[in-house]
């Protein structure tokens, strides 16, 4: 029996999805290991700010604009920074990360998720970890995760004015928040307390 030509057509468009995640992945290897991984990688989330941004470069949004947020770490620690626009901070096993990952959990790569800063968003991307992350807004009803096999690698927006996120990293979770005054639905609280994590090393 002849296959379907539209399911031809998919089975190519996931394979080529697939082939695009692998090849972004060989290419994170090869950045990683140098000594300056953190200004290659940083310089692709501003490219990546920059294809959000243009469309809102105008004096109501000066560059030099500071975002604070804080973050809750997994073992109920919490972190706050403050990033100009532009900025990133990095989650990874790396020493030099600003947020610190257990070597000796499986599955987490050096520089796993980069968040960077925008005009009026967030940027998320995931520029070739091993296993993804997966991320949650105040208005998803459930978490997408970043190997999407219909659009490769995610880079997510999450606009400053929502207030949250959340960002899933194998079963770690951290809660980022803008501004002091935000009460954190209730229900999604709770997913910072029902995983199992080990602590944030």
């Known amino acids: ?15 080529a999805t697939r082939f695009e995640v692998e ?12 000594p300056n991984w953190k200004k290659i990688f940083s310089q692709t989330v501003r490219d990546a700010i ?16 500071i975002v604070s947020f804080k973050v809750t770490l997994p073992d109920g620690e919490t972190k ?9 901070i990095v989650i990874g096993t790396l020493e030099n990360c600003d947020i610190l990952l257990s070597r000796l959990k499986p599955g987490l790569s050096r520089g796993h998720a980069f968040i960077g800063i925008g005009l009026e ?7 070739g970890s091993l296993c993804g992350f ?8 459930c978490f997408k995760h970043s190997l999407k096999l219909d659009g490769g690698r995610l880079t997510r927006r999450f606009g400053i004015d929502e207030r949250s996120f959340v960002l899933k990293i194998n079963g770690l979770l951290f809660l980022f928040e803008f501004g002091t ?4 639905p209730e229900h999604k609280v709770n997913f910072l307390t029902e995983v199992d994590s ?3 090393a």
Not at 1 to 15: D, F, G, T
Not at 50 to 65: C, G, M, V, W
């Open 1 to 15: 029996m002849e296959s379907c030509p539209l399911s031809s057509v998919m089975m190519a468009k996931i394979e």
């Open 23 to 34: 090849e972004q992945r060989v290419e994170y290897l090869k950045k990683i290991v140098k």
């Open 50 to 65: 920059n294809l959000i941004d243009e469309h809102k470069l105008h004096a109501a949004h000066p560059k030099e604009t």
């Open 80 to 88: 706050t920074f403050s990033k100009k626009h532009g900025e990133m």
């Open 121 to 127: 968003d967030i940027v998320v991307c995931d520029l």
């Open 134 to 141: 997966e991320t949650m807004s105040t208005k998803d009803v």
């Open 181 to 184: 005054d935000l009460v954190f």
């Open 198 to 200: 080990p602590c944030i």
